[in-house]
């Protein structure tokens, strides 16, 4: 394993207080916890608190800032914030309005996050939730019941973020998540494992002629392993998948994001968005948001996802749009 560390398990610790000197003008850290906190809150604002495992960077703790997330809570890596440090994180992002939580549909991000909503409402502050489950690779996979939160998440971070900012109360925030996750779908492919710094090997191996269709950002199972094929023939297969859960019609509007997992190169993933526009084009779709890069990774895994959101409201395209002061987006 070669890795820029020190101790394998001091990476997280010292992963935030490097992130958060970086930026010290946005976020700060609360105490040595794993809560990251938008420097600048906004009192009478709706609260909006995400996070889970690290080693997705730059989610969660990037999109913290003016017009996205009020505080991310950072747990060890591949591994679940517990309920005492969301419950934290909620306390410091109320500003008077509320919170909402976004979660991931992981077995432990529910499970603690749903506990930290009950310890919060105990102390009277009003807590709503949304689980994101974008990932149509597969069915109840390693930690999870139903569909995984994937890359979809960040833009779920974006819409959201923007409405809050603009002060939509918690009812109206929880109402336009309950309207967009339904809307908003992802496929990956994997061309290598990640390796986690306190195992010291990558989760799973692929030949070296070898892909995996539908991993998710923790190494889990996909649906098919391949032979490693051009671009354009990986962007079919996945584009003709989300066609699949979305039964899209000509003059649709859609947004897409191209997202890395965190070993691959920008200049491929352009590649990839590019061979995704002929498809989307011969499919007669409007595509009115576009974004490439990565936004939430799995460590060092080589591969991409592709995100599409049906902008079924304008409402949702003015949100992405929307400009944000923070680290990443």
């Known amino acids: 394993m070669k890795k820029i560390i020190n101790q394998p398990e001091n990476v997280l610790d010292e992963m935030l207080n490097g992130l958060v000197y970086t930026n010290d003008k946005l976020i700060e850290r609360v105490g040595e916890s794993g809560i990251i906190l938008n420097k600048n809150l906004k009192k009478g604002k709706v609260g909006l608190v ?20 009020d505080a991310a809570v950072c747990g060890p890596v591949f591994t679940s914030p517990t309920p005492d440090q969301v419950f934290e994180a909620i306390q410091a992002a109320d500003q008077g309005a509320g919170v909402l939580l976004i979660i991931k549909n992981y077995s432990g991000d529910v499970m603690n996050f749903e506990m930290a ?7 009277d502050i009003e807590v709503e939730t949304i689980i994101v489950d974008d990932d149509i690779a597969v069915e109840d996979s390693t930690y999870t019941a139903g569909k995984r939160g994937v890359a979809g998440t960040v833009l779920v971070h ?13 009812a109206e925030v929880k109402e336009i998540a309950d309207k967009i996750v339904p809307n908003i779908k992802t496929l990956g492919v994997a061309l290598t494992g990640a390796t986690v710094p306190e195992v010291g090997h990558a989760g799973f191996t692929l030949a070296e002629d070898e892909i995996e269709f539908g991993v998710g950002i923790h190494g889990e199972p996909g649906y098919r392993k391949a032979k490693i094929a051009p671009s354009k023939e990986l962007a079919k297969e996945i584009v003709e998948k ?19 997992l965190g070993g691959t190169p920008l200049m491929e993933q352009f590649v990839f968005m590019n061979d995704v526009k002929a498809l989307l084009e011969e499919e007669g779709l409007v595509i009115e948001f576009k974004k490439a890069g990565d936004y939430m990774t799995a460590i060092d895994m080589q591969g991409l996802s592709l995100t599409m959101v ?20």
């Open 50 to 69: 995400s996070g889970g495992g690290s080693g997705h960077e730059p989610a969660h703790a990037g999109f913290v800032g003016q017009g996205m997330l």
């Open 117 to 123: 909503k009950d310890l919060a409402e105990m102390e």
């Open 158 to 170: 974006k819409i959201l973020g923007a409405a809050a900012d603009k002060g939509a109360s918690l």
């Open 242 to 260: 989300l066609k699949g859960q979305f039964n899209w019609a000509k003059g649709d509007k859609y947004g897409v994001l191209v997202n890395g």
């Open 310 to 329: 049906h902008l079924e409201e304008d409402a949702w395209l003015e949100n992405l749009d929307y400009n944000v002061t923070t680290i990443a987006w």
